[in-house]
């Protein structure tokens, strides 16, 4: 029987960056931080004996999740937002000593790179948030909250954690730290932005709504999630390009304008779908994300010498 090592089941890039997060100290000390503070907020919640139910649920609906209650906005900052922060420095060790380089000589090819450092650093995040589903359940027990709710928390919180990381991977393959903050916040801005424009018109509809329209928020919700993901992985993908051709323009240039124009793109869609299926205009955008990019490859003639 072919046995195959932890490597080829993962890739080697993503259990390269796996094993320097384990070793790192700024791995164990805010887990440690995180369940306590997790145990503190349960305790203000019992002591408040207030009840944290909304009727606009739905997935990515941030405000719900800031509605929940102290728990809940507690795991919102730590593992929605501080913790996929860490990205913000992923990309120098690469670029500083020209490791990209020496990478893309071996089968990985730019898409790995980033990939691998994204998977680790929203795997952090949301086994943190996993590791908190106990208290989610003490929560449930105590009263006062729904099951359903709390589900959709969870997969928020999730979501936003996967496009936090992906923009601060994107964000750390600038060298200019100005460039670095510019880049993160118009990404973020143009997020809020997107999902609010797609999102809002649905949280606006609550329990008179139907199944369906719930199906569409959350359809619409992912849509954000994957775009901006797929963006904030390609801008780090496009500093990682080794030759730009002399008649081309520089790929991260093209991203900027992508998150400038993104808002606009799904304000249409939703307002053509009267605030059903804005999700329309994020699809098109992963499919110019996905295609800006391209590397170019010679091409093979049959019979020549390649060299």
Not at 128 to 148: D, M
Not at 240 to 254: A, C, M, N, Q, T
Not at 290 to 307: E, H, L, S, W
Request: hydrophobic content about 55%; some cysteine; proline content about 3%.
């Amino acid at each position: 029987m072919d046995e195959k090592d932890l490597g080829d089941w993962l890739g080697p890039m993503t259990v390269k960056e796996l094993h320097q997060s384990m070793r790192r100290a700024s791995f164990v000390y805010p887990f440690l931080v995180l369940q306590c503070l997790a145990v503190a907020m349960i305790v203000i919640e019992f002591a408040q004996k207030a009840q944290y139910r909304t009727e606009a649920a739905g997935f990515m609906n941030l405000a719900m999740v800031l509605e929940s209650g102290p728990f809940w906005k507690m795991v919102f900052w730590i593992c929605g937002v501080f913790m996929p922060l860490a990205g913000l420095v992923l990309m120098r060790p690469e670029q500083e000593d020209g490791n990209h380089e020496l990478l893309q000589m071996t089968k990985l090819n730019r898409w790995a790179i980033v990939r691998g450092k994204f998977i680790v650093l929203w795997s952090v995040s949301s086994l943190s948030l996993i590791s908190l589903q106990p208290y989610v359940v003490v929560r449930y027990f105590l009263g006062g909250i729904e099951l359903w709710q709390e589900l959709l928390c969870t997969l928020s919180v999730i979501g936003l954690a996967a496009v936090v990381s992906a923009g601060a991977i994107g964000a750390s393959a600038y060298k200019n730290i100005a460039a670095r903050i510019f880049v993160f916040v118009l990404f973020l801005g143009s997020f809020l932005t997107c999902a609010s424009i797609l999102l809002l018109p649905c949280a606006l509809v609550t329990g008179r709504a139907g199944t369906m329209f719930h199906l569409l928020f959350s359809l619409n919700g992912l849509s954000v999630v994957v775009c901006y993901a797929s963006l904030g992985l390609a801008i780090a993908r496009s500093r990682l390009r080794l030759v730009v051709l002399h008649y081309e323009l520089k790929p991260s240039r093209i991203y900027v304008l992508l998150m400038f124009f993104s808002p606009f793109l799904c304000g249409i869609t939703t307002a053509i779908s009267l605030g059903h299926a804005g999700m329309v205009g994020t699809i098109l955008m992963t499919i110019a994300i996905m295609n800006t990019d391209v590397t170019f490859r010679k091409k093979k003639i049959p019979g020549a010498v390649n060299y």
